[in-house]
């Protein structure tokens, strides 16, 4: 079992839509998770990064946390044709982040 | 500010060729390194850290090596590349906090 979990997608949906892209995880000592968003052939870039529960929220982008659950999720508002991109959560461990596998979203204009 | 930079852009190299793909680091000192490949529609796999100067810790046993040879240099180098070399190679530092980590442009080797 890996350690973080994601969806590979792709996930399809139509400009102006709300997008729910999620992880879990196994290790409940996790409590600090960031998401990175990476466009075809760049590198990933850090969109957002939360600490233990709650939500976090950034223009139209919220970051929620449920450790009860173990369940990370970004929510996107009013989706794009330039959200479509690749979103990775992640987790420190150690001097180390754990990636998930990465969910490919794609916004129909 | 913090940059950092990559190169090159792209490469094509044969089998059995050397490699050498450079990362600086400006704007922060003793940050954490690390060398990453993304292989086609994958995720990221990560293939060397580097805590300090001349510290190099190896995830993945295959026929890479790193070297730090100044504080915000990393160096991933191969003597001789195989057809599974070919990737999308990113590298990547700590920022101030030592969780966040910040992503290079990335280097396209094709080994042909």
């Known amino acids: 079992q890996k350690e973080v979990e994601q969806d590979p997608g792709p996930l399809s949906v139509p400009e102006g839509a709300i997008v729910s892209l999620n992880c879990t995880y196994s290790n409940s000592a996790f409590q600090y998770f960031m998401w990175y968003r990476q466009y075809s052939r760049k590198g990933p870039e850090l969109l957002m990064y939360?600490?233990?529960?709650g939500n976090k929220e950034d223009g139209r982008f919220t970051a929620q946390v449920d450790k009860s659950s173990k369940y990370i999720s970004l929510f996107i508002r009013d989706s794009q044709p330039s959200d479509s991109a690749t979103y990775l959560c992640a987790t420190p461990y150690g001097n180390k982040l754990v990636f998930g596998a990465g969910t490919i979203l794609r916004v129909k204009s | 500010s913090q940059t950092i930079h990559q190169w090159p852009a792209t490469l094509v190299q044969p089998v059995g060729s050397p490699l050498s793909l450079e990362c600086t680091v400006e704007g922060t000192s003793n940050p954490n390194l690390y060398w990453y490949r993304q292989a086609a529609g994958r995720g990221l796999q990560l293939l060397f850290y580097?805590?300090?100067?001349?510290?190099i810790s190896s995830e993945v046993p295959q026929n890479l090596s790193a070297s730090r040879p100044q504080d915000r240099q990393f160096i991933l180098s191969s003597k001789k590349l195989l057809l599974s070399d070919s990737g999308f190679y990113l590298c990547?530092?700590?920022?101030?906090?030592?969780?966040?980590?910040?992503f290079g442009p990335g280097t396209r080797l094709t080994v042909t």
């Open positions: 580097s805590v300090g100067i001349g510290q």
């Open positions: 939360t600490y233990s529960s």
């Open positions: 990547a530092f700590t920022g101030t906090s030592s969780y966040e980590q910040y």
